[in-house]
């Protein structure tokens, strides 16, 4: 038995139907983290559907409550050989985002997995029952492959699942802090987060980092006649709409200091020098003046900070009278690299506003998750892009960090693991909206290239190469 052997039977477990079967099985699962009545199901889908599939690869699995009450519970299954191996840490999660049934055009519907083409439709296929779906595929074909030469793994695997991820990963902190002994590894190999393009293998090694906050004008209580007095009475609209666009220009540049990114450190400015971003034809069309001026957009997304206005209300939109209305405010997010003193943002904003005269403007930071990036040389990120592109015969794409944002801190911060991301999905994948999907073509190839990686890992156990982590 060899590498393309292993390769060959994951290609199998696509072709003959039988990934096709274990997702249509697990989108089925509405596991809708954001309703709390879901809870039993929740636990249902780790009992019931994970265990029992990581039982039939060797794995021994204990199911963990949460520790924060709002929280899912998680799952942790081992499978060890041998201590003197190298022990790799997988990650995934079960839940997912609201189903949005009535607003899908395409498939099924959110709980059916449905084909159309290359486009397999469902909540979840791409984020993220699709990806560790493959994960756990490619990983079964290695172990036959092994067991049928007579060879063991040649390395250690701790799964770690949880169920809250799309509500903010509740307890996943906690829990790694707890059981760092248990989730002890050499490496964090997990999926999630889409490729730069469809066509490219890409390996990420860390995540922006966010920050939600609100702003808000509260001038009275009620609203006024606004021709009896306007002009008498200032406009909580236009004052917010003014000190937004003292914050970010007119061209999308944020404009509080301490909330602009670090210059871009020479390793991640090569590691993202022949990237581009929307190359598909589902991409939407760039803005190419917009954003901070002097970076290619690949820089933006990935080497910079970004401030979005995410939503803004005043008055009553559906209805709206002749009155100026009492109060107005601005939901906000500040997506940031590392280099960011993101705990500071709020004290930036509050001295960024008082001094631009806009002290009425009230500031309420909401959330903040932290920014992790792996250095894009280590090792571990060398060692993972040379078994791709032998697998693939393709340049994989190196991004030292996502543009969006994930609980990697847990991983390569509390666990103080090396973290790489190896995605199975692509941007125009529709999560978190209707029509989500996963590609076909994508999950095959993520098939193959995760049983070659997994077999190269075996290879390192076995001493055949040396261990990355001496």
């Known amino acids: 038995m060899t590498r393309n052997t292993a390769i060959e039977l994951a290609e199998r477990y696509f072709d003959d139907g039988h990934f096709v079967a274990d997702l249509k099985r697990r989108v089925a699962w ?51 050989e041998d201590p003197a191996w190298p022990t790799v840490l997988i990650y995934g999660h079960g839940d997912v985002v609201r189903g949005q049934e009535t607003q899908w055009t395409q498939g099924a519907g959110p709980w059916e997995l449905a084909q159309d083409g290359d486009c397999w439709y469902g909540r979840g296929t791409a984020d ?74 890409t390996v990420f090694l860390g995540s922006r980092g966010a920050v939600n906050f609100e702003l808000s004008v509260s001038a009275r209580s009620k609203a006024y006649h606004s021709g009896n007095w306007g002009g008498l009475l200032s406009n909580p609209a236009i004052r917010l709409a003014h000190a937004l666009a003292s914050i970010v220009d007119a061209k999308g540049q944020i404009c509080v200091q301490g909330l602009r990114a670090p210059a871009i450190e020479a390793p991640v400015a090569a590691a993202l020098a022949d990237l581009e971003v929307g190359t598909d034809p589902e991409d939407p069309t760039i803005d190419v003046t917009w954003g901070e001026p002097g970076l290619t957009p690949v820089q933006r997304v990935f080497g910079s900070n970004t401030l979005e206005v995410l939503a803004m209300i005043t008055g009553n939109p559906a209805n709206p009278v002749g009155a100026i209305p009492p109060n107005a405010r601005a939901f906000c997010q500040l997506r940031f690299v590392v280099g960011t003193d993101a705990s500071r943002a709020e004290d930036f904003l509050r001295a ?54 994930i609980p990697n801190d847990a991983f390569a911060d509390i666990l103080g693991l090396p973290t790489l991301w190896i995605p199975h999905s692509y941007p125009g994948c529709a999560q978190h909206a209707p029509n989500e999907h996963l590609l076909g073509s994508v999950a095959r190839e993520g098939l193959q290239m995760m049983a070659a990686l997994f077999w190269d890992l075996g290879d390192i156990g076995s001493a055949k190469v040396p261990v990355l982590n001496d």
């Open 128 to 201: 993220n029952k699709g990806q560790h779906t493959v994960n756990l595929g490619a990983l079964g074909a290695v172990i036959a492959a092994r067991r049928n030469a007579g060879q063991p793994l040649g390395f250690n695997m701790t799964f770690l699942m949880e169920m809250g991820e799309e509500i903010g990963s509740p307890g996943l902190n906690h829990i790694c802090a707890a059981m760092s002994d248990t989730l002890r590894a050499d490496v964090l190999i997990a999926s999630d987060g889409p490729r730069i393009a469809t066509s490219r293998p």
């Open 30 to 80: 509405r596991t809708e983290s954001q309703h709390p009545e879901c809870g039993p199901i929740l636990q249902a889908y780790l009992q019931d559907e994970m265990a029992p599939a990581l039982r039939e690869l060797g794995f021994v699995s204990t199911l963990h409550a949460n520790p924060v009450a709002s929280g899912g519970p998680f799952l942790v299954a081992q499978r060890m």
């Open 352 to 405: 960024h506003l008082d001094q631009a005269g806009f002290d009425d403007v009230e500031v309420a930071v909401t959330l903040t998750a932290p920014a992790t990036r792996l250095a894009p040389d280590h090792p571990w990120v060398t060692w993972a892009a040379r078994s791709i592109a032998q697998t693939t015969g393709k340049k994989v794409a190196i991004l030292p960090n996502l543009g969006g944002t």
